[in-house]
Protein backbone atom coordinates (compact mmCIF):
# COMPACT_ATOMS: atom_id res chain seq x y z
CA UNK A 1 0.00 0.00 0.00
CA UNK A 2 1.83 3.05 -1.21
CA UNK A 3 0.27 5.59 1.50
CA UNK A 4 0.98 3.30 4.42
CA UNK A 5 4.63 3.34 2.84
CA UNK A 6 4.89 6.95 2.98
CA UNK A 7 2.87 6.93 6.50
CA UNK A 8 6.14 4.62 7.25
CA UNK A 9 8.59 7.13 6.11
CA UNK A 10 6.74 9.88 8.63
CA UNK A 11 6.44 7.72 10.99
CA UNK A 12 10.38 7.10 11.22
CA UNK A 13 11.56 10.57 10.84
CA UNK A 14 8.62 11.17 14.06
CA UNK A 15 10.53 8.88 15.90
CA UNK A 16 13.70 10.64 15.01
CA UNK A 17 11.60 13.55 17.32
CA UNK A 18 10.76 15.33 14.06
CA UNK A 19 7.37 16.93 15.31
CA UNK A 20 6.68 18.34 11.62
CA UNK A 21 6.72 14.57 10.03
CA UNK A 22 4.33 13.53 13.39
CA UNK A 23 1.95 17.00 12.05
CA UNK A 24 1.94 15.38 8.42
CA UNK A 25 1.21 11.98 10.19
CA UNK A 26 -1.79 13.44 12.19
CA UNK A 27 -2.83 15.52 9.04
CA UNK A 28 -2.88 12.10 6.42
CA UNK A 29 -4.26 9.96 9.02
CA UNK A 30 -7.16 12.05 11.13
CA UNK A 31 -9.86 11.78 8.38
CA UNK A 32 -10.09 8.26 8.31
CA UNK A 33 -9.43 7.28 11.81
CA UNK A 34 -12.35 9.83 12.97
CA UNK A 35 -14.32 8.02 10.47
CA UNK A 36 -13.48 5.01 12.41
CA UNK A 37 -14.18 6.12 15.72
CA UNK A 38 -17.30 8.33 14.37
CA UNK A 39 -18.63 4.64 13.31
CA UNK A 40 -17.53 2.73 16.74
CA UNK A 41 -19.22 5.65 18.96
CA UNK A 42 -22.47 5.74 16.95
CA UNK A 43 -22.02 9.00 15.56
CA UNK A 44 -21.22 11.04 18.94
CA UNK A 45 -18.58 12.91 16.60
CA UNK A 46 -17.20 15.05 19.99
CA UNK A 47 -16.77 11.39 21.94
CA UNK A 48 -15.06 10.65 18.55
CA UNK A 49 -12.76 13.36 18.06
CA UNK A 50 -11.64 13.14 22.03
CA UNK A 51 -10.40 9.28 21.20
CA UNK A 52 -8.94 10.80 18.15
CA UNK A 53 -6.81 13.25 19.73
CA UNK A 54 -6.02 10.37 22.69
CA UNK A 55 -5.43 8.26 20.22
CA UNK A 56 -2.45 10.47 18.50
CA UNK A 57 -1.17 11.54 21.42
CA UNK A 58 -0.56 7.49 22.67
CA UNK A 59 0.98 7.32 18.97
CA UNK A 60 2.95 10.02 19.91
CA UNK A 61 4.75 9.21 23.09
CA UNK A 62 5.01 5.78 22.23
CA UNK A 63 6.20 6.40 18.38
CA UNK A 64 9.30 4.62 19.04
CA UNK A 65 7.34 1.55 19.82
CA UNK A 66 6.24 1.81 16.14
CA UNK A 67 7.89 -1.81 14.37
CA UNK A 68 7.09 -2.99 11.21
CA UNK A 69 3.50 -3.35 9.35
CA UNK A 70 1.08 -1.12 8.84
CA UNK A 71 1.06 2.45 10.73
CA UNK A 72 -2.55 3.22 10.13
CA UNK A 73 -2.89 -0.57 11.52
CA UNK A 74 -1.08 0.12 14.53
CA UNK A 75 -3.20 3.80 14.38
CA UNK A 76 -6.39 1.50 14.64
CA UNK A 77 -5.50 -0.46 16.76
CA UNK A 78 -4.61 2.12 19.31
CA UNK A 79 -8.33 3.53 18.82
CA UNK A 80 -10.05 0.19 19.34
CA UNK A 81 -8.51 -0.57 22.47
CA UNK A 82 -9.49 3.12 23.39
CA UNK A 83 -12.24 3.04 22.50
CA UNK A 84 -13.10 -0.24 24.56
CA UNK A 85 -11.65 1.48 27.69
CA UNK A 86 -14.23 4.23 27.35
CA UNK A 87 -17.07 1.97 26.68
CA UNK A 88 -15.96 0.45 30.24
CA UNK A 89 -15.97 3.47 31.68
CA UNK A 90 -19.13 4.62 30.94
CA UNK A 91 -22.53 2.89 31.02
CA UNK A 92 -23.20 0.75 27.63
CA UNK A 93 -26.70 1.79 28.04
CA UNK A 94 -25.89 5.31 28.61
CA UNK A 95 -23.81 5.36 25.21
CA UNK A 96 -26.79 4.11 23.46
CA UNK A 97 -28.96 6.82 24.95
CA UNK A 98 -26.39 9.30 23.76
CA UNK A 99 -26.41 7.86 20.49
CA UNK A 100 -29.92 7.86 19.78
CA UNK A 101 -30.02 11.08 20.29
CA UNK A 102 -27.23 12.25 17.93
CA UNK A 103 -28.72 10.44 15.26
CA UNK A 104 -32.35 12.13 15.66
CA UNK A 105 -30.08 15.39 16.03
CA UNK A 106 -28.07 14.40 12.92
CA UNK A 107 -30.77 13.80 10.69
CA UNK A 108 -30.78 16.73 8.73
CA UNK A 109 -27.30 16.47 7.78
CA UNK A 110 -28.10 12.50 7.27
CA UNK A 111 -30.88 13.16 4.68
CA UNK A 112 -28.06 14.62 2.33
CA UNK A 113 -26.52 11.18 2.24
CA UNK A 114 -27.84 8.45 0.60
CA UNK A 115 -30.73 6.50 2.04
CA UNK A 116 -28.83 3.46 1.93
CA UNK A 117 -25.63 4.42 3.49
CA UNK A 118 -27.70 6.22 6.31
CA UNK A 119 -30.00 2.68 6.25
CA UNK A 120 -26.44 1.44 6.89
CA UNK A 121 -25.20 3.37 9.56
CA UNK A 122 -28.10 2.99 11.12
CA UNK A 123 -28.04 -0.88 11.03
CA UNK A 124 -24.16 -0.69 11.74
CA UNK A 125 -25.38 1.09 15.13
CA UNK A 126 -27.29 -1.74 16.30
CA UNK A 127 -24.44 -4.10 15.96
CA UNK A 128 -22.20 -5.40 18.62
CA UNK A 129 -18.80 -2.91 18.98
CA UNK A 130 -16.62 -6.11 17.75
CA UNK A 131 -18.93 -6.93 14.84
CA UNK A 132 -18.66 -3.75 14.17
CA UNK A 133 -14.88 -2.85 14.26
CA UNK A 134 -14.89 -5.99 12.42
CA UNK A 135 -16.92 -5.23 9.49
CA UNK A 136 -15.45 -1.14 9.23
CA UNK A 137 -12.18 -2.21 9.22
CA UNK A 138 -12.26 -5.09 6.90
CA UNK A 139 -14.46 -3.48 4.58
CA UNK A 140 -15.01 0.33 4.67
CA UNK A 141 -11.17 0.69 5.57
CA UNK A 142 -9.56 -2.18 3.05
CA UNK A 143 -7.20 -3.88 5.95
CA UNK A 144 -6.33 -7.54 5.13
CA UNK A 145 -8.25 -10.03 7.69
CA UNK A 146 -4.43 -9.95 9.20
CA UNK A 147 -4.54 -6.40 9.25
CA UNK A 148 -7.82 -5.95 11.26
CA UNK A 149 -7.27 -8.87 13.72
CA UNK A 150 -4.30 -7.74 14.37
CA UNK A 151 -5.93 -3.59 14.81
CA UNK A 152 -8.56 -5.44 17.65
CA UNK A 153 -6.35 -7.98 19.07
CA UNK A 154 -7.78 -11.16 17.92
CA UNK A 155 -7.02 -14.33 16.16
CA UNK A 156 -7.84 -14.31 12.01
CA UNK A 157 -10.51 -16.90 12.71
CA UNK A 158 -12.36 -14.90 15.42
CA UNK A 159 -12.51 -11.94 13.18
CA UNK A 160 -13.87 -14.15 10.17
CA UNK A 161 -16.66 -15.29 12.51
CA UNK A 162 -17.48 -11.75 14.07
CA UNK A 163 -17.75 -10.42 10.28
CA UNK A 164 -19.58 -13.36 9.11
CA UNK A 165 -22.46 -13.35 11.82
CA UNK A 166 -22.01 -9.23 11.52
CA UNK A 167 -23.29 -9.79 8.16
CA UNK A 168 -26.03 -12.15 8.60
CA UNK A 169 -26.76 -9.44 11.32
CA UNK A 170 -27.16 -6.67 8.81
CA UNK A 171 -28.52 -8.79 6.15
CA UNK A 172 -31.52 -9.42 8.25
CA UNK A 173 -32.20 -5.74 9.89
CA UNK A 174 -31.94 -4.54 6.25
CA UNK A 175 -34.33 -6.83 4.78
CA UNK A 176 -36.85 -6.13 7.78
CA UNK A 177 -36.58 -2.33 7.07
CA UNK A 178 -36.90 -2.74 3.22
CA UNK A 179 -40.43 -5.07 4.20
CA UNK A 180 -41.77 -2.30 6.46
CA UNK A 181 -41.22 0.38 3.67
CA UNK A 182 -42.75 -1.87 1.23
CA UNK A 183 -45.98 -1.95 3.55
CA UNK A 184 -45.88 1.30 4.24
CA UNK A 185 -45.54 2.43 0.91
CA UNK A 186 -49.12 -0.07 0.48
CA UNK A 187 -50.81 1.36 2.92
CA UNK B 1 -10.77 -2.88 -1.37
CA UNK B 2 -13.50 -5.68 -0.37
CA UNK B 3 -12.37 -7.93 1.89
CA UNK B 4 -12.30 -11.70 0.63
CA UNK B 5 -14.27 -14.03 2.99
CA UNK B 6 -15.71 -17.54 2.00
CA UNK B 7 -19.21 -16.13 1.58
CA UNK B 8 -18.89 -13.05 -0.25
CA UNK B 9 -21.61 -14.16 -2.94
CA UNK B 10 -24.57 -14.93 -0.44
CA UNK B 11 -24.72 -10.62 0.06
CA UNK B 12 -23.15 -9.05 -2.97
CA UNK B 13 -25.07 -5.93 -2.29
CA UNK B 14 -24.45 -6.19 1.16
CA UNK B 15 -20.28 -6.24 0.60
CA UNK B 16 -20.90 -3.30 -1.98
CA UNK B 17 -22.50 -1.20 0.88
CA UNK B 18 -19.97 -1.99 3.25
CA UNK B 19 -16.94 -1.59 1.62
CA UNK B 20 -18.06 2.44 0.31
CA UNK B 21 -15.40 4.59 1.78
CA UNK B 22 -16.15 6.10 5.29
CA UNK B 23 -17.39 9.87 5.49
CA UNK B 24 -14.21 12.41 4.44
CA UNK B 25 -13.71 14.40 8.19
CA UNK B 26 -13.03 18.06 7.53
CA UNK B 27 -9.78 18.64 9.48
CA UNK B 28 -11.32 21.89 10.97
CA UNK B 29 -8.10 22.51 12.96
CA UNK B 30 -8.36 18.68 14.72
CA UNK B 31 -4.01 18.84 13.59
CA UNK B 32 -3.32 21.84 15.27
CA UNK B 33 -4.87 20.78 18.04
CA UNK B 34 -3.69 17.48 18.52
CA UNK B 35 0.33 19.04 17.63
CA UNK B 36 -0.38 21.54 20.82
CA UNK B 37 -0.81 19.09 23.23
CA UNK B 38 1.64 16.57 21.89
CA UNK B 39 3.93 19.96 22.35
CA UNK B 40 2.85 20.25 26.18
CA UNK B 41 3.63 16.76 26.46
CA UNK B 42 7.13 17.43 25.34
CA UNK B 43 7.51 20.06 27.46
CA UNK B 44 6.25 18.46 30.15
CA UNK B 45 8.41 15.46 30.15
CA UNK B 46 11.19 17.51 29.41
CA UNK B 47 10.63 19.35 33.11
CA UNK B 48 9.52 16.09 34.29
CA UNK B 49 13.31 14.88 33.71
CA UNK B 50 14.86 18.06 34.75
CA UNK B 51 12.97 17.70 38.03
CA UNK B 52 13.94 13.98 38.74
CA UNK B 53 17.44 14.67 37.78
CA UNK B 54 17.51 17.47 40.34
CA UNK B 55 16.06 15.15 42.75
CA UNK B 56 18.48 12.72 42.43
CA UNK B 57 21.36 14.96 42.52
CA UNK B 58 19.57 16.26 45.60
CA UNK B 59 19.43 12.47 47.21
CA UNK B 60 23.01 11.90 46.05
CA UNK B 61 24.38 14.60 47.25
CA UNK B 62 23.73 13.36 51.16
CA UNK B 63 25.35 10.31 49.97
CA UNK B 64 28.77 11.55 49.05
CA UNK B 65 31.21 11.33 52.08
CA UNK B 66 32.53 15.47 52.05
CA UNK B 67 34.30 15.30 55.11
CA UNK B 68 36.22 12.48 53.71
CA UNK B 69 36.58 13.35 50.38
CA UNK B 70 37.32 17.08 51.54
CA UNK B 71 40.17 15.94 53.60
CA UNK B 72 41.84 13.61 51.13
CA UNK B 73 41.61 15.82 48.25
CA UNK B 74 41.95 19.63 49.55
CA UNK B 75 44.57 18.21 52.27
CA UNK B 76 45.31 21.86 54.74
CA UNK B 77 41.79 23.52 52.94
CA UNK B 78 39.59 20.57 54.20
CA UNK B 79 39.02 22.41 56.94
CA UNK B 80 37.61 25.35 55.31
CA UNK B 81 35.71 22.93 52.90
CA UNK B 82 34.17 21.10 55.39
CA UNK B 83 32.99 24.42 57.37
CA UNK B 84 31.05 25.84 53.83
CA UNK B 85 29.70 22.34 53.76
CA UNK B 86 27.68 21.85 57.34
CA UNK B 87 26.94 25.77 56.59
CA UNK B 88 23.33 25.71 57.62
CA UNK B 89 22.94 28.24 54.51
CA UNK B 90 23.50 25.29 52.00
CA UNK B 91 20.81 23.55 53.38
CA UNK B 92 18.72 26.15 52.96
CA UNK B 93 19.73 26.59 49.28
CA UNK B 94 19.08 22.67 48.78
CA UNK B 95 15.41 23.53 50.09
CA UNK B 96 14.70 26.81 48.61
CA UNK B 97 15.47 24.89 44.81
CA UNK B 98 13.48 22.04 45.76
CA UNK B 99 10.40 24.08 46.37
CA UNK B 100 11.33 26.14 43.34
CA UNK B 101 10.75 23.07 41.41
CA UNK B 102 7.71 22.12 43.10
CA UNK B 103 6.44 25.21 42.14
CA UNK B 104 7.09 24.71 38.80
CA UNK B 105 5.53 21.36 38.91
CA UNK B 106 2.32 22.60 40.06
CA UNK B 107 2.18 25.69 38.13
CA UNK B 108 2.76 23.18 35.19
CA UNK B 109 -0.47 20.96 36.46
CA UNK B 110 -2.51 23.91 36.75
CA UNK B 111 -1.96 25.31 33.40
CA UNK B 112 -2.86 21.61 31.99
CA UNK B 113 -5.15 21.56 34.40
CA UNK B 114 -6.80 24.69 33.28
CA UNK B 115 -6.43 24.01 29.02
Known sequence: ?187 | MMNETDDNMAFPELDALLSQPLTTVADNGFTLRVMMEAEKHAARRKLMIGGLLSLAAFILSFLVPWAKLTDQIMGQFSGTAHQMISQPQLYMGLWITLGILGLVWYLDRLATVRD
Not at chain 1, 112 to 129: C, G, H, I, V
Open chain 1, 1 to 187: MGQDDENIRWARDAAKGDQAAFAILVRRNQSQLRGFLMRMTKGDSALADDLAQETFLEAFRKIRQFGKGSFFGWLCSIAYSRFLMERRKKRPEAMDEDTERTLEDDAPEAERTTMAKLDLERAMAQLPDVQRAALTLSFALGMTNEEAAAAMDIPVGTLKSHIHRGRETLQTILTGWQSQQKYARMA
